[in-house]
């Protein structure tokens, strides 16, 4: 990673930084000037769980959150491993799908037959809302990402 900033920093065209802090780490350990794209997302206004209470069961509170893509780096598969080891009524939603049948087949197999799974596929729109404003917690499993859309997604509720 260290590798491919000093890469990025000496040699690209244009460097793109996401945040006021990388712009000015670039500037102080590389002198390299950087364009500025600040990742912001509106707030999602406050949404009662009506939409999720029909079509999951799911109430305020009583659930899990998982928004993504389907895929190993993502950590969907380090998550459903985790959440198996509980003892808990809270439900897990896993709100994505995948473009990798075989990973789809891993993700399945490691969910079994655990009723308190329950996988959305693709999900956007007042559901997807619905389900931000309602969950009891929002998890971040990826194993490359700090600062994903869906975090400040689900930050901005």
């Known amino acids: 990673m260290q590798l491919g900033e000093k890469i990025a920093a000496k040699y690209a065209d244009e460097v793109i930084t996401l945040s006021e802090e990388m712009h000015q780490f670039f500037?102080?350990?590389y002198n390299r000037e950087t364009v500025l794209i600040k990742n912001a997302i509106s707030p999602i206004p406050q949404t009662d769980d009506t939409e999720i209470k029909e079509k999951y069961g799911l109430s305020k509170g009583s659930y899990i959150l998982y928004?993504?893509?389907l895929s190993p780096e993502k950590g969907?598969?380090?998550?459903?491993?985790?959440y198996n080891t509980l003892?808990?009524?809270t439900k897990l939603v896993i709100a994505g799908v995948s473009a990798d049948e075989t990973f789809e087949n891993?993700?399945?197999?490691?969910i079994g037959n655990n009723e308190n799974i329950i996988c959305t596929g693709f999900t956007t729109g007042s559901l997807l809302h619905?389900?931000?404003c309602n969950c009891a917690m929002y998890v971040?499993?990826?194993?490359?990402?700090?600062?994903?859309?869906?975090?400040?997604?689900?930050?901005s509720c």
Request: glycine share 4%.
């Open 130 to 132: 619905s389900l931000y």
């Open 67 to 69: 928004v993504g893509r």
């Open 76 to 82: 969907p598969q380090d998550l459903i491993k985790a």
């Open 140 to 155: 971040l499993p990826s194993h490359t990402e700090g600062l994903a859309l869906t975090l400040l997604e689900a930050m």
């Open 106 to 110: 891993e993700i399945k197999e490691l």
């Open 27 to 29: 500037l102080d350990k």
């Open 87 to 89: 003892k808990t009524d």
